[in-house]
Protein backbone atom coordinates (compact mmCIF):
# COMPACT_ATOMS: atom_id res chain seq x y z
CA UNK A 1 0.00 0.00 0.00
CA UNK A 2 2.89 1.98 1.01
CA UNK A 3 4.79 1.68 -2.21
CA UNK A 4 1.46 2.33 -4.38
CA UNK A 5 0.68 6.09 -2.31
CA UNK A 6 4.36 7.17 -3.32
CA UNK A 7 4.21 5.72 -6.78
CA UNK A 8 0.51 7.92 -7.44
CA UNK A 9 1.93 11.25 -5.39
CA UNK A 10 4.85 10.65 -8.10
CA UNK A 11 3.16 10.46 -10.59
CA UNK A 12 0.35 13.55 -9.38
CA UNK A 13 3.47 16.01 -9.03
CA UNK A 14 5.32 15.18 -12.03
CA UNK A 15 1.98 16.01 -14.23
CA UNK A 16 2.62 19.66 -12.57
CA UNK A 17 6.59 19.79 -13.32
CA UNK A 18 7.03 18.33 -16.43
CA UNK A 19 7.42 20.08 -20.04
CA UNK A 20 4.14 19.16 -22.14
CA UNK A 21 5.53 20.24 -25.39
CA UNK A 22 4.14 23.71 -25.85
CA UNK A 23 3.46 24.41 -21.91
CA UNK A 24 4.75 24.43 -18.61
CA UNK A 25 3.16 23.92 -15.42
CA UNK A 26 5.28 24.12 -11.80
CA UNK A 27 4.06 24.26 -8.15
CA UNK A 28 4.51 27.48 -6.86
CA UNK A 29 7.33 27.26 -4.14
CA UNK A 30 5.71 26.02 -0.54
CA UNK A 31 2.32 26.28 -1.72
CA UNK A 32 -0.39 24.25 -3.59
CA UNK A 33 -0.54 27.03 -6.38
CA UNK A 34 0.41 25.90 -10.36
CA UNK A 35 1.53 28.63 -12.68
CA UNK A 36 1.66 28.20 -16.31
CA UNK A 37 3.78 29.14 -19.38
CA UNK A 38 3.54 28.71 -22.78
CA UNK A 39 6.17 28.14 -24.87
CA UNK A 40 6.64 31.46 -27.72
CA UNK A 41 8.07 29.69 -31.18
CA UNK A 42 10.93 31.32 -32.55
CA UNK A 43 10.18 33.88 -35.68
CA UNK A 44 10.57 37.22 -36.95
CA UNK A 45 8.13 40.02 -36.21
CA UNK A 46 7.18 43.90 -37.41
CA UNK A 47 8.19 45.22 -33.84
CA UNK A 48 6.28 49.46 -33.28
CA UNK A 49 3.88 50.59 -35.23
CA UNK A 50 3.57 50.00 -39.17
CA UNK A 51 2.26 53.49 -40.13
CA UNK A 52 1.93 56.72 -38.45
CA UNK A 53 -1.57 56.39 -38.55
CA UNK A 54 -2.02 53.71 -35.71
CA UNK A 55 0.37 55.83 -33.09
CA UNK A 56 -0.22 57.13 -30.37
CA UNK A 57 1.55 59.66 -27.89
CA UNK A 58 3.38 57.38 -26.43
CA UNK A 59 3.99 54.97 -29.09
CA UNK A 60 6.33 57.16 -31.67
CA UNK A 61 8.62 54.84 -33.10
CA UNK A 62 8.61 53.31 -37.00
CA UNK A 63 8.25 49.27 -37.38
CA UNK A 64 11.41 46.99 -37.36
CA UNK A 65 11.41 43.38 -38.40
CA UNK A 66 13.02 41.78 -35.90
CA UNK A 67 13.84 38.35 -34.96
CA UNK A 68 13.03 36.52 -31.19
CA UNK A 69 14.56 33.55 -29.68
CA UNK A 70 11.65 30.79 -28.99
CA UNK A 71 10.86 31.03 -24.80
CA UNK A 72 8.30 30.30 -22.51
CA UNK A 73 6.16 33.36 -20.99
CA UNK A 74 3.49 33.50 -18.50
CA UNK A 75 0.29 32.57 -19.45
CA UNK A 76 -1.40 35.01 -16.72
CA UNK A 77 -0.35 38.20 -15.24
CA UNK A 78 1.61 36.98 -11.99
CA UNK A 79 -1.35 37.14 -8.79
CA UNK A 80 -1.17 38.54 -5.45
CA UNK A 81 -1.63 35.29 -4.05
CA UNK A 82 1.77 34.16 -5.88
CA UNK A 83 3.56 37.48 -5.17
CA UNK A 84 2.10 37.66 -1.58
CA UNK A 85 3.74 34.31 -0.98
CA UNK A 86 7.31 35.45 -1.89
CA UNK A 87 6.64 38.56 0.19
CA UNK A 88 5.62 36.27 3.12
CA UNK A 89 8.19 33.50 2.77
CA UNK A 90 10.39 33.32 6.00
CA UNK A 91 12.69 31.28 4.81
CA UNK A 92 13.93 35.14 3.12
CA UNK A 93 15.57 38.35 4.75
CA UNK A 94 14.46 42.02 4.76
CA UNK A 95 18.29 43.14 4.54
CA UNK A 96 20.41 43.81 1.49
CA UNK A 97 18.49 45.22 -1.80
CA UNK A 98 20.52 43.01 -3.81
CA UNK A 99 20.80 39.55 -1.47
CA UNK A 100 19.26 37.06 -3.22
CA UNK A 101 16.82 36.00 -0.61
CA UNK A 102 15.62 39.88 -0.24
CA UNK A 103 11.76 40.14 0.79
CA UNK A 104 9.82 43.55 0.12
CA UNK A 105 9.39 45.58 2.85
CA UNK A 106 5.77 45.81 4.17
CA UNK A 107 3.27 47.83 2.66
CA UNK A 108 2.28 50.85 4.27
CA UNK A 109 -0.96 51.21 2.70
CA UNK A 110 -3.55 48.73 0.99
CA UNK A 111 -1.76 49.00 -2.35
CA UNK A 112 -4.82 47.10 -3.94
CA UNK A 113 -7.40 49.79 -3.16
CA UNK A 114 -9.60 47.24 -2.21
CA UNK A 115 -10.10 45.60 -6.05
CA UNK A 116 -9.38 42.72 -4.84
CA UNK A 117 -6.08 40.33 -3.95
CA UNK A 118 -7.39 36.41 -3.23
CA UNK A 119 -8.77 34.39 -6.06
CA UNK A 120 -6.46 35.20 -9.08
CA UNK A 121 -6.00 39.04 -8.91
CA UNK A 122 -3.76 40.25 -10.84
CA UNK A 123 -0.36 41.62 -8.03
CA UNK A 124 -0.11 45.00 -8.78
CA UNK A 125 1.98 48.46 -7.77
CA UNK A 126 5.39 47.26 -7.42
CA UNK A 127 8.43 48.39 -9.18
CA UNK A 128 10.73 46.80 -11.64
CA UNK A 129 13.02 45.98 -8.58
CA UNK A 130 10.26 44.23 -7.01
CA UNK A 131 9.03 42.40 -10.19
CA UNK A 132 13.08 41.13 -10.78
CA UNK A 133 13.24 40.10 -7.34
CA UNK A 134 10.47 37.91 -7.31
CA UNK A 135 11.87 36.21 -10.20
CA UNK A 136 15.00 36.00 -8.17
CA UNK A 137 13.35 34.24 -5.59
CA UNK A 138 11.78 31.94 -7.74
CA UNK A 139 15.20 31.00 -9.13
CA UNK A 140 16.33 30.11 -5.85
CA UNK A 141 13.53 28.31 -4.81
CA UNK A 142 13.50 26.22 -7.92
CA UNK A 143 16.87 26.50 -9.74
CA UNK A 144 15.28 27.30 -12.76
CA UNK A 145 15.91 30.84 -14.15
CA UNK A 146 12.75 33.29 -14.78
CA UNK A 147 12.85 36.77 -15.41
CA UNK A 148 10.60 40.06 -16.95
CA UNK A 149 10.12 39.63 -20.95
CA UNK A 150 11.82 42.12 -22.81
CA UNK A 151 9.92 44.48 -24.93
CA UNK A 152 10.42 43.26 -28.21
CA UNK A 153 9.60 39.47 -26.97
CA UNK A 154 6.67 41.03 -24.90
CA UNK A 155 5.08 42.89 -28.10
CA UNK A 156 5.81 39.26 -30.12
CA UNK A 157 4.06 36.99 -27.56
CA UNK A 158 1.26 39.73 -27.45
CA UNK A 159 0.45 40.03 -31.69
CA UNK A 160 0.90 36.16 -31.29
CA UNK A 161 1.52 36.32 -35.20
CA UNK A 162 -1.31 39.43 -35.98
CA UNK A 163 -0.08 42.18 -37.93
CA UNK A 164 -3.46 44.42 -36.81
CA UNK A 165 -3.74 47.10 -34.20
CA UNK A 166 -5.30 44.29 -32.11
CA UNK A 167 -3.91 40.43 -31.81
CA UNK A 168 -7.56 40.11 -32.82
CA UNK A 169 -7.81 42.37 -35.43
CA UNK A 170 -8.40 46.23 -36.18
CA UNK A 171 -12.37 46.58 -34.62
CA UNK A 172 -11.71 48.20 -31.01
CA UNK A 173 -15.21 47.34 -30.48
CA UNK A 174 -13.72 43.94 -29.75
CA UNK A 175 -11.61 44.62 -26.69
CA UNK A 176 -14.15 44.06 -24.68
CA UNK A 177 -14.11 40.40 -25.23
CA UNK A 178 -10.34 40.14 -24.45
CA UNK A 179 -9.40 43.33 -22.60
CA UNK A 180 -10.40 45.03 -19.34
CA UNK A 181 -9.82 48.54 -20.20
CA UNK A 182 -11.46 52.08 -19.67
CA UNK A 183 -14.51 50.82 -21.67
CA UNK A 184 -15.26 47.73 -19.92
CA UNK A 185 -13.52 47.59 -16.54
CA UNK A 186 -15.38 49.95 -13.86
CA UNK A 187 -12.45 51.56 -12.94
CA UNK A 188 -10.88 48.32 -11.28
CA UNK A 189 -8.39 45.61 -12.47
CA UNK A 190 -10.22 41.76 -12.52
CA UNK A 191 -9.18 38.54 -11.80
CA UNK A 192 -6.52 36.71 -14.42
CA UNK A 193 -8.11 34.93 -17.13
CA UNK A 194 -11.73 35.60 -17.19
CA UNK A 195 -11.54 37.30 -20.65
CA UNK A 196 -10.61 35.62 -24.32
CA UNK A 197 -7.03 34.46 -24.66
CA UNK A 198 -5.08 35.86 -27.54
CA UNK A 199 -3.61 33.10 -30.59
CA UNK A 200 -1.09 31.56 -28.87
CA UNK A 201 -3.39 31.39 -25.13
CA UNK A 202 -2.12 34.28 -23.56
CA UNK A 203 -5.15 36.19 -21.25
CA UNK A 204 -4.82 39.39 -20.24
CA UNK A 205 -1.85 40.69 -22.68
CA UNK A 206 -3.58 43.81 -23.06
CA UNK A 207 -5.32 46.12 -20.32
CA UNK A 208 -5.94 44.67 -17.02
CA UNK A 209 -2.60 45.86 -15.15
CA UNK A 210 0.40 47.24 -17.81
CA UNK A 211 3.02 44.38 -17.68
CA UNK A 212 6.50 46.00 -16.61
CA UNK A 213 9.64 44.54 -19.59
CA UNK A 214 13.20 44.54 -18.53
CA UNK A 215 14.30 47.51 -21.21
CA UNK A 216 15.51 50.36 -20.47
CA UNK A 217 12.64 53.23 -21.81
CA UNK A 218 13.98 55.11 -24.69
CA UNK A 219 11.91 57.15 -27.20
CA UNK A 220 14.55 56.83 -29.86
CA UNK A 221 15.75 53.11 -29.48
CA UNK A 222 13.74 51.82 -32.42
CA UNK A 223 15.42 53.74 -34.63
CA UNK A 224 19.08 51.76 -33.81
CA UNK A 225 17.68 48.97 -34.87
CA UNK A 226 18.00 47.07 -38.08
CA UNK A 227 15.39 45.10 -39.78
CA UNK A 228 17.98 42.32 -39.05
CA UNK A 229 18.17 42.92 -35.77
CA UNK A 230 18.15 39.73 -33.40
CA UNK A 231 16.33 39.41 -29.49
CA UNK A 232 16.72 43.56 -29.10
CA UNK A 233 16.89 44.48 -25.53
CA UNK A 234 17.83 48.22 -24.09
CA UNK A 235 20.21 47.41 -21.22
CA UNK A 236 19.31 49.20 -18.21
CA UNK A 237 21.53 52.45 -17.04
CA UNK A 238 19.45 53.85 -14.67
CA UNK A 239 16.44 53.14 -12.27
CA UNK A 240 13.89 55.47 -14.21
CA UNK A 241 12.21 55.16 -16.71
CA UNK A 242 11.49 51.69 -17.64
CA UNK A 243 9.66 50.51 -20.30
CA UNK A 244 6.17 49.19 -19.29
CA UNK A 245 3.87 47.51 -21.72
CA UNK A 246 0.19 46.28 -22.80
CA UNK A 247 -2.18 49.68 -21.06
CA UNK A 248 -4.41 49.32 -18.03
CA UNK A 249 -7.88 48.77 -17.01
CA UNK A 250 -7.83 52.27 -16.83
CA UNK A 251 -6.65 53.54 -20.79
CA UNK A 252 -8.68 53.81 -23.50
CA UNK A 253 -8.76 52.01 -26.53
CA UNK A 254 -5.94 53.96 -28.24
CA UNK A 255 -3.98 52.75 -24.98
CA UNK A 256 -4.26 49.14 -24.94
CA UNK A 257 -2.95 48.53 -28.53
CA UNK A 258 -0.48 45.68 -28.89
CA UNK A 259 2.40 47.86 -30.33
CA UNK A 260 1.99 50.86 -27.34
CA UNK A 261 4.53 51.96 -25.17
CA UNK A 262 4.68 53.41 -21.73
CA UNK A 263 7.95 54.45 -19.69
CA UNK A 264 7.81 54.38 -15.43
CA UNK A 265 7.35 57.54 -13.79
CA UNK A 266 8.90 58.64 -10.61
CA UNK A 267 5.38 60.17 -10.19
CA UNK A 268 4.14 56.69 -9.58
CA UNK A 269 5.63 56.89 -5.75
CA UNK A 270 5.11 60.68 -5.03
CA UNK A 271 2.89 59.19 -1.82
CA UNK A 272 5.23 57.27 -0.54
CA UNK A 273 6.69 59.17 2.98
CA UNK A 274 9.62 56.91 3.24
CA UNK A 275 12.98 58.50 2.29
CA UNK A 276 14.48 57.52 0.51
CA UNK A 277 11.19 55.90 -1.44
CA UNK A 278 10.76 52.66 -1.48
CA UNK A 279 12.32 50.08 -4.03
CA UNK A 280 10.17 47.74 -3.98
CA UNK A 281 6.22 50.04 -4.44
CA UNK A 282 4.61 52.06 -5.98
CA UNK A 283 2.28 54.27 -4.20
CA UNK A 284 0.47 55.97 -7.07
CA UNK A 285 0.17 53.12 -9.63
CA UNK A 286 -2.07 50.35 -8.84
CA UNK A 287 -2.39 49.81 -12.32
CA UNK A 288 1.40 47.70 -13.24
CA UNK A 289 2.01 44.35 -12.58
CA UNK A 290 4.05 41.66 -14.35
CA UNK A 291 4.05 38.43 -15.75
CA UNK A 292 7.47 36.19 -16.38
CA UNK A 293 9.63 34.46 -18.89
CA UNK A 294 11.51 30.95 -18.42
CA UNK A 295 13.94 31.23 -21.06
CA UNK A 296 14.24 27.88 -23.24
CA UNK A 297 18.14 28.02 -22.91
CA UNK A 298 18.57 28.31 -19.16
CA UNK A 299 21.60 30.47 -18.18
CA UNK A 300 24.79 29.23 -15.87
CA UNK A 301 24.63 29.92 -12.49
CA UNK A 302 27.44 32.73 -13.22
CA UNK A 303 25.17 34.04 -16.15
CA UNK A 304 21.85 34.22 -13.88
CA UNK A 305 24.05 36.18 -10.94
CA UNK A 306 25.38 38.63 -13.62
CA UNK A 307 21.64 39.05 -15.07
CA UNK A 308 20.59 40.16 -11.15
CA UNK A 309 23.35 42.35 -10.41
CA UNK A 310 23.43 44.21 -13.25
CA UNK A 311 19.41 45.35 -12.77
CA UNK A 312 19.46 44.96 -9.17
CA UNK A 313 22.31 47.00 -8.48
CA UNK A 314 20.68 50.16 -10.17
Excluded at 37 to 46: D, R, Y
Excluded at 138 to 144: D, P, R
Aim: net charge neutral; proline share 6%.
Amino acid sequence: MKFIFLFLFVIFSNAFSQDRNDTIQRILPGTSQIFTLIKIPAGSFELGSKSNVLMSEKDEQPARKVTIESFYIGRYEVTYEEYETFMRDESTSLNSPVDAVTRPSPPYIDLTLSMGKTSGYPANSMQQFGALMYCRWLYNKTSEFYRLPTEAEWEYACKAGSVTIYPFGNDSSKLKEYTWYAGNSGGHYHKVGELLPNAWGLFDMLGNVAEWTLDQYDENFYNTLSDTSSNPLKLPTARHPRTVRGGNYEDDAIHVRSADRLKSDLIWNRRDPQIPKSRWWNADAPFVGFRIVKPVKQPTAAEAESFFKLYLGK
